[in-house]
Antibody
Framework: EEQLVESGGGLVQPGGSLRLSCAAS????????MSWVRQAPGKGLEWVAN????????YYVDSVKGRFTISRDNAKNSLFLQMNSLRAEDTAVYYC???????????????WGQGTLVTVSS | EIVMTQSPATLSVSPGERATLSCRASQSVSSNLVWYQQKPGQAPRLLIYGASTRATGIPARFSGSGSGTEFTLTISSLQSEDFAVYYCQHYSNWPPYTFGQGTKLEIK
């Protein structure tokens, strides 16, 4: 069964930094765009960023542009999210998810990790 | 940015009955609409993509319809495991992808 496992969450002060990781297994990681999606406590889902297969294209929601950086290492089947200048409103569970295989693929975010909690508080 | 609006916010239905959930897009997304199910403490699960295609392993009691700006998720005969929060998401004119605010399906 396809698996994604996030790590790296925790408590950080406002203005601080954190790097999330997502380890993929049992599917062809390098064939997929990958996304980060977050969910604030008791709230809905918010797409954060995605990255194409070779890392040459990256897109972000406006609220994290200039602060977060998505990256990947296909040799290690891993996805990352570097989060800088963190704010209280970034507090959420962060999920990694497999995304499209090409621009015309609209089959949704198929595989999801269990999430990692990021808490930004002093 | 495309805004996705789901209704109702909460839907109370008895087991064995039919549930109908709605999702509206602020502009046409063609058939590029996805539905997810999320249970407490769990990650979302892909249910429907392309507005009407069930994902692998999804029971036939789940069906999706619609195109353009109006979409519906129907659960034909509710089972106990179906009570959860359901989200729609567009897959058109990205980035960003945007989700609806969710519909909580609760036991009546």
């Amino acid at each position: 069964e396809e698996q994604l496992v996030e790590s790296g969450g925790g408590l950080v002060q406002p203005g601080g930094s954190l790097r999330l990781s997502c380890a993929a297994s049992r599917f062809s990681f390098s064939s997929y765009w990958m996304s980060w999606v977050r969910q604030a406590p008791g709230k809905g889902l918010e797409w954060v960023a995605n990255i194409n297969q070779d890392g040459s294209e990256k897109y972000y929601v406006d609220s994290v542009k200039g602060r977060f950086t998505i990256s990947r290492d296909n040799a290690k089947n891993s996805l990352f999210l570097q989060m800088n200048s963190l704010r209280a409103e970034d507090t959420a569970v962060y999920y990694c998810a497999s995304d499209r295989t090409n621009y015309y693929d609209t089959s949704g975010l198929r595989y999801w990790g269990q999430g990692t909690l990021v808490t930004v508080s002093s | 940015e495309i805004v996705m609006t789901q209704s109702p916010a909460t839907l109370s239905v008895s087991p064995g009955e039919r549930a109908t959930l709605s999702c509206r897009a602020s502009q046409s997304v063609s058939s590029n609409l996805v539905w997810y199910q999320q249970k407490p403490g769990q990650a979302p699960r892909l249910l429907i993509y392309g507005a009407s295609t069930r994902a692998t392993g999804i029971p036939a009691r789940f069906s999706g319809s619609g195109s353009g700006t109006e979409f519906t998720l129907t659960i034909s005969s509710l089972q106990s495991e179906d009570f959860a929060v359901y989200y729609c998401q567009h897959y058109s004119n990205w980035p960003p992808y945007t989700f609806g605010q969710g519909t909580k399906l609760e036991i009546k």
